[in-house]
């Protein structure tokens, strides 16, 4: 590897504000993964098609493996890890998924979180439909959809239901500094 | 596998980015949302020496409204036209058209500069922009020009812009009154690419009576196809689901669709014929609503 190129970064992830070089062909995915040891970001296809590598990026879901670490110089990111509470209590996402059997390798479940995470706070009574279309970029090799609409579906009840729900808003989480 | 290695340059300006464009010329790469390139990177298919990110050029990011058209920023992205009130209110078939784009996740990146120059003939934006007569304005440091869609796309993939032009801007006439519009896609799963695509514009006057339509396709040729020759047959008519049969029949003459692992070339064709109907009788329905 080639380190003459190295760029420097400066990027806030799950609230951290972390500085580090970058060679500019090292994908989000792997800054994420390899520098800041961020595993929970799992990288499938490495081309855009199975989501597995979805984070947030500046309020936006975005596929990791296709943006470059350099690109998230000054933005704000969100991953899975960001996702529950700081007392390690988790996220209604996580706890439906728990509940619902919506995940069973796991592989796609970080991508999917953060996936319906977005979709929920754009759109927080969805029909079933409406949640399998918000999903349909993600895909699950042990194809566990039928459970994964269900755990979102769970998600959406509890969100709603729970009167501090604003403070579990993925966005509101990674804005802090 | 990752990309290769390469230069990388973020220009603020459209001036900087030009003259980078300039000084590496074939060498250079401009990357936009970087999603369709950064797979093609990823898999080593494209191996540009320099990449030239335009991401940060925000003069390139806008949507502009004025009497006469709608003026659309390269640079600006797919989810940006999808919440667009504006757009929506004046130009829905962009606001449907562009929620047939991939996912959330491609829509929050992906741009209309990247999308109209990789020139998919599948991809949504190409078709919806010849649909609706737009022009597209590239520039150099040796000044700008603006082409038409039809001048623009030349086949699969394959423009007319210079090696060191950039795509700047898109300008869409403002539809006139008493329009209505539709956009329907056969896909093998929601996201996907389409296999064929109809894009339909119709105007009616005072009558009902059809005053113009245009009909587009997508995924039967290298560009987007604009097949006047069935929309003629609807000019003075009050538009009826069986006129518009008859009209649509024709294009199983017209077009020519080649044959992929995903389709014949003959079930293109029938789909063409059944999606070229779905549509523009949806557009005349909404024309007449109006
Ligand atoms: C999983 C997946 C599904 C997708 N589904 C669809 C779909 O259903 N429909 C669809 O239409 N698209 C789809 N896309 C493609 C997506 O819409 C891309 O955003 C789009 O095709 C390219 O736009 P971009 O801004 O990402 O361009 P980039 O990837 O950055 O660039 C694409 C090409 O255009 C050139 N370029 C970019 N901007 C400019 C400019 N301003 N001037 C000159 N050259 C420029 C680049 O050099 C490159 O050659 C999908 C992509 C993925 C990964
Ligand atoms: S690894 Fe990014 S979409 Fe598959
Ligand atoms: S649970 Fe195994 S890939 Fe989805």
């Known amino acids: 590897m080639t380190q003459n190129n190295l760029k420097n970064i400066t990027v806030t992830v799950n609230g951290k504000e972390h500085s580090l070089s970058v060679e500019p062909r090292m994908l989000l995915s792997d800054v994420l993964r390899d520098e800041l040891g961020l595993t929970g970001t799992h990288v499938g296809c490495e081309h855009g098609i199975c989501g597995a590598c979805t984070v947030m990026m500046d309020e ?78 993600n895909l699950c090799r042990c194809t566990g959809y039928q459970n994964i609409v269900d755990a979102v579906e769970m998600a959406a009840e509890m969100l709603s239901k729970d009167k501090k729900s604003e403070t579990d808003q993925c966005t509101v989480q990674a804005m802090q500094p | 596998m990752k990309p290769a290695v390469f230069e990388y340059h973020c220009p603020s300006t459209l001036e900087e980015a030009l003259q980078l464009l300039d000084e590496y010329g ?58 667009s009130k504006e757009i929506e209110q004046i130009c829905p078939l962009i606001t449907e058209g562009v929620k047939l784009i991939g996912h959330d996740q491609i829509r929050s990146r992906g741009t209309l ?11 949504e934006l190409p078709v919806i922009l010849s649909t609706l007569g737009a022009t597209v304005t590239l520039a150099s440091t040796e000044g700008s020009r603006t082409v038409t869609t039809d001048e623009f796309f030349m086949t699969f993939l394959t423009t007319t812009i210079e090696m060191n032009e950039m795509l700047v801007s898109v300008q869409i006439p403002r539809p006139s009154a008493n329009t209505g519009f539709a956009i329907d896609e056969f896909t093998l ?17 005072e009558q009902g009576r059809v005053k113009s339509a245009v009909l587009g396709l997508g995924g039967v040729d290298g560009v987007p196809v604009i097949l006047d020759e069935v929309t003629a047959g609807l000019i003075g008519y009050i538009p009826d689901r069986n006129l518009i049969a008859e009209c649509c029949n024709k294009i199983g003459e ?21 999606y070229a109907a779905r549509v523009l009788e949806l557009a005349a329905e909404r024309a007449i609503k109006q």
């Open chain 1, 60 to 137: 936006r879901p975005v596929r990791s493996c296709l943006v470059f670490g350099v690109q998230a110089d000054q933005a704000k990111i969100l991953t899975v890890e960001g996702l529950s509470n700081a007392d390690d209590t988790l996220h209604p996402l996580q706890e439906a998924f728990r509940e619902k059997h919506g995940l069973q390798c796991g592989f796609c479940t970080p991508g999917f979180l953060i996936t319906a995470c977005h979709f929920l706070e754009e759109n927080p009574h969805p029909s079933r439909e409406e949640i399998r279309e918000g999903i349909s970029g």
């Open chain 2, 26 to 83: 074939y060498d250079a790469k401009i990357m936009s949302g970087g999603q369709s390139l950064i797979p093609m990177m990823n898999m080593r298919l494209a191996r540009p020496k320099t990449l030239i990110d335009i991401n940060h050029i925000k003069e390139l990011n806008y949507i502009r409204v004025t009497d006469s058209d709608i003026q659309i920023g390269g640079l600006t992205r797919h989810y940006q036209l999808q919440q």
């Open chain 2, 113 to 123: 500069g990247g999308s109209v120059v990789h020139a998919d003939p599948t991809a």
């Open chain 2, 189 to 205: 799963r929601k996201g996907d690419f389409a296999i064929v695509l109809a894009a339909a514009s119709v105007t009616l006057d």
């Open chain 2, 254 to 274: 017209l077009v020519d669709p080649e044959p992929d692992i995903h389709a014949s070339g003959e079930y293109r064709r029938d789909l063409c014929i059944t």
